[in-house]
Nanobody
Framework: QVQLVESGGGLVQAGGSLRLSCAAS????????MGWFRQAPGKQRELVATVTSTEIANYADSVKGRFTISRDGAKNTVYLQMNSLKPEDTAVYYC???????????WGQGTQVTVSS
């Protein structure tokens, strides 16, 4: 069984920064994609950024140039560095692990990010 534990959310003023972390434990297959999604009140969950096991990153247009995703393979941990935060970045941020071999996804419990104007 795979577990994902997120940390690093909180309240920050517009223009500020936060760093989210997500640690995966359990049976982790090496060929996977880890990523961050977010869901604001009344909206659908949307992709923020993903990174493959070969460290190829992909970003939503809304966060390009402001957010950076990275991963530590040895620790099975993915990070999201968020800079120049805007009020519209306010959401619950969820970590995802996608195992390519089994086409199976796992989710963390979510961490709240609130950006005040």
């Amino acid at each position: 069984q795979v577990q994902l534990v997120e940390s690093g959310g909180g309240l920050v003023q517009a223009g500020g920064s936060l760093r989210l972390s997500c640690a995966a434990s359990g049976i982790i297959f090496s060929d996977n994609v880890m990523g961050w999604f977010r869901q604001a009140p009344g909206k659908q969950r949307e992709l923020v950024a993903t990174v493959t096991s070969t460290e190829i990153a992909n970003y939503a247009d809304s966060v390009k140039g402001r957010f950076t995703i990275s991963r530590d393979g040895a620790k099975n941990t993915v990070y999201l560095q968020m800079n120049s935060l805007k009020p519209e970045d306010t959401a619950v941020y969820y970590c995802q692990l996608y195992v390519l071999m089994y086409r199976r996804e796992y989710w963390g419990q979510g961490t709240q990010v609130t950006v005040s104007s």
